[in-house]
Structure formats: C-alpha cells, structure tokens
C-alpha cells in the first residue's frame, strides 16, 4: 500500500481548494519525514490538520498548529 496524507482544516473538514495530497510514499517513514519537512509550508497554506493513510485506512490524524 501507499502512504498519503489527507489535509484538512484545523475543525478537522477538507480545505476550500480540495484534496491536495497527492504524494505517495512507499514506507510511512518517507511520509513521516516529508511532512517534517513541509507542515510549515501547509500551515501556512490553510491546512490545518493531517490524517496519515495506509491506502484506504487511517493510521492517525494530527494538528499543524503551534503548541501555545
């Protein structure tokens, strides 16, 4: 299976512009790091949250926002 994430907005919905997650990754380790690289760029794109995916199933969701 691929390894995708899901973007939504911090209330947990799909943003405006759709689903942007395209990428897939063969391990959740690639996924795991990419998003370590990019949740800034994200944030700042109006995604608010993630959702892991393994194909169809959902592994765990998680917030972008700052810890205040």
């Known amino acids: ?11 947990g919905g799909a943003p405006a512009q759709g689903e942007p997650s395209s990428e ?10 990419w998003l370590g690289e990019h949740w800034r760029t994200l944030s700042d794109g109006g995604v608010g949250r993630v959702a892991l995916l393994d194909g169809d199933r959902e ?10």
């Not at 299976?1 to 209330?11: H, N, P």
């Not at 592994?59 to 205040?68: A, G, K, T």
Request: aromatic fraction near 16%; glycine fraction near 4%.
């Open 59 to 68: 592994v765990y969701e998680m917030s972008l926002e700052p810890v205040q």
């Open 24 to 33: 897939q990754f063969p391990s959740r380790g690639d996924a795991e790091s």
């Open 1 to 11: 299976m691929a390894w995708t994430w899901r973007y939504l907005t911090a209330d």
